[in-house]
């Protein structure tokens, strides 16, 4: 029931201890309980939709969900600024710098006919799909 969690983890067991190299070191992940394939997919697309969406020409009575990249745009031209930028927003700065230099990377491998716009689309889904853009430090 709503509200009625039995203890401070929520409903995450306490003890949960994910398999792998958590597990190997000896370390709990009560909220890896509820990770699945399918919501490992699922939340990504989730968020891949809120990228995508456009803003809506009458905002008086809309109810969609977009994102106003028009801060961003300014770091277009500075692939590793921008993921940098993005690391601060959605990762606490966490991400490793591997992960960083793989996205400036991908980024540098887009067609230069590539909009401004889906360039921050492509550099914040890259980051927010990473293990790091999906916890919260």
Known sequence: ???SAPTVF??????????????????YAPEFKILTDTTAITITNYLYSYLYANK???????TTVYMDFTALLALVDDPAALVNHLDLLFAGGATS???RAR???ALNELPRS???????????????????GAIQP
């Open 103 to 105: 996205i400036v990377s």
């Open 56 to 62: 809506p020409t009458d905002m008086s009575n809309s």
């Open 10 to 27: 929520n409903f995450f067991e306490p003890n949960y201890v994910q398999p792998g190299p958590l597990a190997a070191s000896g370390l």
């Open 1 to 3: 029931m709503a509200l």
């Open 114 to 132: 590539t909009t401004p716009t889906e360039r921050v689309r492509s550099a914040t889904y890259l980051l927010i799909s990473t293990p790091e």
């Open 97 to 99: 710098e591997g992960t």
